[in-house]
């Protein structure tokens, strides 16, 4: 009976751990991802830097055509812009019945825009101490253009040779572009006095404006 009250006041019953409530941590958000940049002609370059993401062959440094298309996306199609330069002219008359004959250092510039349409003027003083040059050239000999087109690499057409004081004819000019940055400028013409040619090679400047 003893035992038995002894185990009746032992200590209550053990129920075991207590399960602990579980926490949430805080989380992080991840770094946001861009996605790439859209190249919708598959040429390597997204648009933004394609000038022109529909057409696989145009894209910067790309090869320039003689297509009216700024292939290379560099601002220009094919050699529009502005170009400059140096030349020379020869010109030869007979006075009096002796001949005579100049050589002029000119500077050249020319302008084109689209296929139809180049301005250009070649400047060429004339040898202020020369009274005889200045007599029948004045001076300076100056040509430019008319009625002149252009058509991929060349351009043709007339020209105007005049000076400031004495004189004017018209003649013949032709550019030749050897590359897109360069060209040769040429112009001739005859009268039954005086012969005039000049020769002018210019590099692309920048745009035309």
Do not use: H
């Not at 040429?43 to 933004?48: L, S």
């Not at 019945?97 to 000119?106: A, I, R, S, V």
């Not at 009274?131 to 050239?137: F, G, I, N, R, S």
């Amino acid at each position: 009976m003893i035992a038995l009250a002894l185990l009746a006041c032992g200590s209550p019953k053990d129920s075991g751990p207590v399960a602990e409530t579980a926490r949430t941590e805080p989380t992080t958000p991840g770094p946001t991802t861009t996605p790439p940049p859209t190249d919708v002609d598959g040429d390597g370059f997204p648009e933004g830097t394609d000038c022109d993401d529909y057409a696989p062959d145009v894209f910067p440094g790309a090869t320039e055509l003689w297509n009216q298309v700024d292939d290379d996306c560099d601002g220009r199609v094919d050699a529009d812009g502005a170009f400059a330069g140096a030349g020379i002219a020869l010109a030869s008359t007979v006075y009096e019945g002796t001949p005579y004959q100049w050589t002029l250092d000119c500077s050249a510039t020319l302008d084109r825009i689209g296929d139809a349409r180049v301005d250009f003027v070649v400047t060429c003083p004339t040898d202020p101490g020369d009274a005889l040059a200045v007599q029948l050239l004045g001076v300076a000999v100056v040509l430019t253009p008319i009625d002149t087109a252009a058509v991929d690499a060349a351009a043709w057409g007339g020209a105007v040779t005049y000076t400031s004081d004495t004189w004017a004819a018209d003649g013949a000019a032709t550019a030749t572009w050897s590359g897109f940055d360069q060209l040769t400028l040429s112009s001739s013409l005859s009268t039954t006095w005086l012969d005039v040619s000049v020769s002018a090679a210019m590099d692309w400047t920048g745009p035309t404006k």
